[in-house]
Nanobody, 119 residues
């Protein structure tokens, strides 16, 4: 089973930037699509950024143009560059490997990393 460890969260003012990282262990990383998910208090966890095993990317409308997902198969890592952050981006961010159709995930959920956007 694939496991993930997220890092890089923190507190930032509106308009600021953060870069999140996720390290994977177990499984054959290069074969998996990867995604960044987030969960705000009282909300369901949502997929906000997706990268296929071949490097194709897709984003939720709420982050399109502001977030960039990337992967390094040699290092078994996936990153999320987040720019122009606003208060609605405040959430715990997780990475995982979406199943085909993006309805589930292959891996165990990690602890996540907290992102707080506040003035």
């Amino acid at each position: 089973q694939v496991q993930f460890e997220e890092s890089g969260g923190g507190s930032v003012q509106p308009g600021g930037s953060l870069r999140l990282s996720c390290a994977a262990s177990g499984g054959i990383f290069s074969m998996f699509a990867m995604g960044w998910y987030r969960q705000a208090p009282g909300n369901q966890r949502e997929l906000v950024a997706y990268i296929s095993s071949g490097g194709d990317t897709d984003y939720a409308d709420s982050v399109k143009g502001r977030f960039t997902i990337s992967r390094d198969n040699a290092k078994k890592t996936v990153s999320l560059q987040m720019n122009s952050l606003n208060s609605e981006d405040t959430a715990v961010y997780y990475c995982n490997a979406p199943t085909p159709g993006r309805v589930g995930v292959f891996g165990y959920w990690g602890q996540g990393t907290q992102v707080t956007v506040s003035s």
